[in-house]
Nanobody, 122 residues
Framework: QGQLVESGGGLVQAGGSLRLSCAAS????????MGWFRQAPGKEREFVAA????????DYSDSVKGRFTISRDNAKNTVYLQMDSLKPEDTAVYYC???????????????WGQGTQVTVSS
Protein backbone atom coordinates (compact mmCIF):
# COMPACT_ATOMS: atom_id res chain seq x y z
CA GLN A 1 0.00 0.00 0.00
CA GLY A 2 1.20 3.45 -0.81
CA GLN A 3 1.32 6.32 1.60
CA LEU A 4 1.41 10.07 1.08
CA VAL A 5 2.68 12.44 3.76
CA GLU A 6 2.33 16.21 3.49
CA SER A 7 4.54 18.74 5.24
CA GLY A 8 5.36 22.43 5.12
CA GLY A 9 2.14 23.94 6.37
CA GLY A 10 2.05 26.67 8.97
CA LEU A 11 1.02 30.20 9.84
CA VAL A 12 1.95 33.02 7.47
CA GLN A 13 0.88 36.62 6.95
CA ALA A 14 -1.07 37.67 3.91
CA GLY A 15 1.27 38.21 0.98
CA GLY A 16 3.71 35.63 2.27
CA SER A 17 4.79 32.27 0.87
CA LEU A 18 4.85 28.63 1.87
CA ARG A 19 6.10 25.50 0.16
CA LEU A 20 4.23 22.28 0.74
CA SER A 21 5.79 18.88 0.13
CA CYS A 22 4.16 15.51 -0.40
CA ALA A 23 6.42 12.53 0.11
CA ALA A 24 5.29 9.18 -1.21
CA SER A 25 6.33 5.82 0.19
CA UNK A 26 5.35 2.18 -0.01
CA UNK A 27 5.04 2.26 -3.78
CA UNK A 28 6.17 4.48 -6.58
CA UNK A 29 3.84 7.22 -7.73
CA UNK A 30 6.09 8.27 -10.58
CA UNK A 31 3.44 7.31 -13.13
CA UNK A 32 0.53 8.77 -11.16
CA UNK A 33 -1.25 12.03 -11.74
CA MET A 34 -0.66 13.96 -8.52
CA GLY A 35 -2.99 16.58 -7.13
CA TRP A 36 -3.39 19.04 -4.29
CA PHE A 37 -6.77 19.72 -2.73
CA ARG A 38 -7.80 21.89 0.20
CA GLN A 39 -10.64 21.99 2.65
CA ALA A 40 -11.63 25.02 4.71
CA PRO A 41 -13.85 24.67 7.79
CA GLY A 42 -17.47 24.08 6.81
CA LYS A 43 -16.63 23.79 3.13
CA GLU A 44 -16.24 21.00 0.60
CA ARG A 45 -12.80 19.72 -0.30
CA GLU A 46 -11.79 21.53 -3.49
CA PHE A 47 -9.27 21.03 -6.24
CA VAL A 48 -6.19 23.28 -6.16
CA ALA A 49 -3.62 21.97 -8.64
CA ALA A 50 -2.41 18.81 -10.33
CA UNK A 51 0.50 17.58 -12.42
CA UNK A 52 1.08 14.69 -14.78
CA UNK A 53 3.76 12.05 -14.30
CA UNK A 54 6.21 13.70 -16.70
CA UNK A 55 5.85 17.08 -15.05
CA UNK A 56 3.57 18.37 -17.77
CA UNK A 57 -0.22 18.36 -18.06
CA UNK A 58 -0.41 20.90 -15.24
CA ASP A 59 -3.75 22.22 -14.09
CA TYR A 60 -4.69 24.95 -11.60
CA SER A 61 -7.95 26.16 -10.19
CA ASP A 62 -8.81 29.72 -11.12
CA SER A 63 -8.48 30.81 -7.51
CA VAL A 64 -4.76 29.97 -7.33
CA LYS A 65 -3.60 30.36 -10.93
CA GLY A 66 -0.67 32.76 -11.12
CA ARG A 67 0.09 32.46 -7.39
CA PHE A 68 0.70 28.74 -6.83
CA THR A 69 3.16 26.46 -8.65
CA ILE A 70 3.02 22.68 -8.62
CA SER A 71 6.08 20.56 -9.41
CA ARG A 72 7.36 17.06 -8.85
CA ASP A 73 10.64 15.19 -8.45
CA ASN A 74 10.04 11.56 -9.40
CA ALA A 75 13.53 10.54 -8.27
CA LYS A 76 12.54 11.65 -4.76
CA ASN A 77 8.93 10.48 -5.11
CA THR A 78 7.88 13.95 -3.96
CA VAL A 79 5.40 16.56 -5.17
CA TYR A 80 5.59 20.23 -4.22
CA LEU A 81 3.20 23.14 -4.05
CA GLN A 82 4.84 26.56 -3.96
CA MET A 83 2.30 29.07 -2.67
CA ASP A 84 3.03 32.76 -3.13
CA SER A 85 0.99 35.92 -2.52
CA LEU A 86 -1.08 34.03 0.01
CA LYS A 87 -4.48 35.38 1.00
CA PRO A 88 -6.60 34.75 4.11
CA GLU A 89 -9.04 32.83 1.91
CA ASP A 90 -6.27 30.29 1.21
CA THR A 91 -6.55 29.14 4.82
CA ALA A 92 -7.40 25.42 4.79
CA VAL A 93 -6.09 21.93 5.33
CA TYR A 94 -4.14 20.99 2.21
CA TYR A 95 -4.17 17.40 1.00
CA CYS A 96 -1.97 15.58 -1.49
CA UNK A 97 -3.55 12.84 -3.58
CA UNK A 98 -2.74 10.42 -6.41
CA UNK A 99 -4.89 9.42 -9.36
CA UNK A 100 -4.50 7.18 -12.40
CA UNK A 101 -5.45 9.89 -14.87
CA UNK A 102 -5.88 13.64 -15.13
CA UNK A 103 -8.85 14.82 -13.11
CA UNK A 104 -10.15 17.59 -10.89
CA UNK A 105 -12.64 15.30 -9.16
CA UNK A 106 -11.64 14.12 -5.70
CA UNK A 107 -13.50 10.84 -6.31
CA UNK A 108 -10.96 9.95 -9.00
CA UNK A 109 -8.04 10.07 -6.56
CA UNK A 110 -7.14 6.72 -4.98
CA UNK A 111 -4.54 7.72 -2.40
CA TRP A 112 -4.67 10.62 0.06
CA GLY A 113 -2.36 12.10 2.62
CA GLN A 114 -3.44 13.15 6.11
CA GLY A 115 -3.29 16.86 5.30
CA THR A 116 -1.30 19.84 6.50
CA GLN A 117 -2.80 23.03 7.93
CA VAL A 118 -2.14 26.36 6.19
CA THR A 119 -3.30 29.48 8.00
CA VAL A 120 -2.97 32.92 6.42
CA SER A 121 -3.49 35.88 8.73
CA SER A 122 -4.67 39.27 7.50
Amino acid sequence: QGQLVESGGGLVQAGGSLRLSCAASGRTFSRSYMGWFRQAPGKEREFVAAIGWAGVSIDYSDSVKGRFTISRDNAKNTVYLQMDSLKPEDTAVYYCAAAQARSRRKGDYDYWGQGTQVTVSS
